[in-house]
C-alpha cells in the first residue's frame, strides 16, 4: 500500500514539473491566443449561439433581464418543478421564478429556445457608488444560428411587451392627483399617487346593458387599435364626455373603465394649475395606458359657449382663443393667481402636445354639456359623448342584484311591473335608489316595498311641479302678453294725442282769421 502512494506522489510530481515546464515554454498570451483559437474552431462546427443578458449592466440595472425573468414566470409556473417566488411592490400577484442554475425550454413562431439562469458568486468588489449585489446573475439564450435575424428582430421585442402586460395586470392600479399644480417634487415628478381600490365594474355599473356593452366595444376596439391608429397617422388616443344629473353613476363610470382595460387615473384638478406651460408639464409626466380625467369641468374653469359671450358685442373683434380664461379664485394678474386658456386646454387634448404619449384617453364630465363651448366637444377632443340618465329599469334590476343580491325571477310579476312603471316617472338617480336600498338591506321585502314607496312619491312630486310649472309658464305668458299690450297702447296714446292737437290748432286758425 505505501508502494502505491509513492508511485502517486511521484506522478503528482511530473504533472506539477510537466506544468511549470509548459508554463515556461508557453506564456500566458500564448495559451489565452491558442484558448481563444480553439474555442473559435469549437464555435465553427457548432450550430448554436450564445446570448448573456446580465442583472446589472455596469452600475445599471438591466431592464431585458427583469423583462426576461417576469415573462418566463408565465411558463414556468405551469412546467418547472423548482421555482422562486416573488412578490414585487405594488403588486397584487406571485411571480414565479427559474432558480439557481436552471434551464426552460420556449418556443417562439415554431422556434424552439433554451433559456438557462446563471447565478455565480462575484469575485471582488469594484468601485462603486453603490454596493453591487454579492452574487452575478443573468440569462443565458441558447439559439440556433440560422434563428439568429427572427429572435433578434422580433423575439426580444415580444418578451418586452409581453413583461410590460404582466407587470400591468399583476400591479395594482394608481390614481394619481396634481396637489402641487405643475410643480416637481424632489424626484422630479409633478403627480402624487395612491393605490387605486375602486370596486366598480361595468357588471356592476347601474346602467342600460345596451349602452354599456356599446362603450365596452369601443374601449376594447381602442386599446387593440394601435396598427390602425399607425396606419391612418393618428395620434393613438381618444376622449370620452359623460354628462347628464349629478349622482348618476359618471364616477363610478370613470371608475369600471380603468378596471376593465387596467389603466391608471391621472385626475387633474385644473383649478390648481397656474398656466398653460405647467398644463403641458403634467401631460408630459403621463405614462402610456391611462385615464386623464377632468371632473366637472364647467366649474373648474370658466368654459362658457362663446356664441353666448359673442353676443354682448365686446368680443367680437377678438379669436376664442386669445381670449384668457381665469379660473380659481385669484386673477391672472395678481401673484398666485391661476389663469390658463382655452388654447392651452385645447392644445392638451388635441393638439401637438397631446400625441407625447401613446394609448391614452381623456375623460371629462359635467352636469351642464350646454354650459360648454362647442370647440370642445367636438370629435377629436371628446369622441364619444355618454348621456348618464335616470335610473331605468334595467338599472334598477343591477342594483337590487348588487345590494339585495335579488335576481328578476326572485320578484313578483306585479312589482316587476309596478317598478317598471314607475321608474321612468320618479326620475331617481341611481345614487337615490342605492341609499334607499343600502338603507334595508338587512330585510330585502321592506327594501323593495321602500323603494316602491320612494319611487312613488318622487313621481308623484314631479307630476305635481310639472303643474306648478306650466302653471307659472302660463302666469308668466299672460303677464307678458299684458306688458306688450300696455306697450302697444302706449304707443298709440301719443298719435292720437297729436291729432287732437292739430284739430284743436285749425280751429283757433279758423276762427282767428274770421275776427280778421
Known sequence: MGEYWTSFASLLGVLAFCQSLLQVIFPPELRFAFLKLFNRILNAFSSFLYFDITEIDGVNTNELYNAVQLYLSSSVSISGSRLSLTRA???????????????????????????????????????????????????TLRIKKKDKSLILDSYLDYIMEKANDIRRKNQDRLLYTNSRGGSLDSRGHPWESVPFKHPSTFDTLAMDPVKKQEIMEDLKDFANGQGFYQKTGRAWKRGYLLYGPPGTGKSSMIAAMANYLGYDIYDLELTEVHNNSELRKLLMKTTSKSLIVIEDIDC???????????????????????????????????????????????????????????????????????KLDSALLRSGRM?????????????????????LGIEESDLDDEILRELEEIIDKSEMTPADVSEVLIKNRRNKDRAVRELLGALKEKAENNLKNVGLRDKNLNAVKEEEEEEEEQEKRALESPKEGCACEEENCKKETEEEEKIK
Request: glycine fraction near 10%; charged fraction near 15%; charge should be neutral.
Open 383 to 403: 369622441d364619444m359623448h355618454i348621456f348618464m340618465s335616470y335610473c331605468s329599469f334595467a338599472a334598477v334590476k343591477i342594483l337590487l342584484k348588487n345590494y
Open 89 to 139: 411592490l405594488n403588486s397584487s400577484a406571485i411571480t414565479f421564478g427559474l432558480t439557481n442554475n436552471d434551464s426552460i425550454f420556449d418556443t417562439f413562431s415554431g422556434i424552439t429556445v433554451l433559456w438557462e439562469h446563471v447565478v455565480s458568486q462575484r469575485q471582488a468588489q469594484t468601485f462603486s457608488w453603490r454596493p453591487l449585489p454579492e452574487e452575478k446573475r443573468g440569462f
Open 300 to 370: 373648474s374653469i370658466n368654459l362658457s359657449n362663446r356664441k353666448k359671450n359673442n353676443n354682448s358685442g365686446n368680443s367680437m373683434g377678438r379669436s376664442y382663443y386669445d381670449s384668457e380664461i381665469r379660473s380659481g379664485s385669484g386673477s391672472g394678474g395678481e401673484e398666485g393667481g391661476n389663469s390658463i386658456t382655452l388654447s392651452g386646454l385645447l392644445n392638451f387634448t388635441d393638439g401637438l402636445w397631446s400625441c407625447c404619449g401613446s394609448e391614452r384617453i381623456f375623460v371629462f364630465t359635467t352636469n351642464h354639456i350646454e
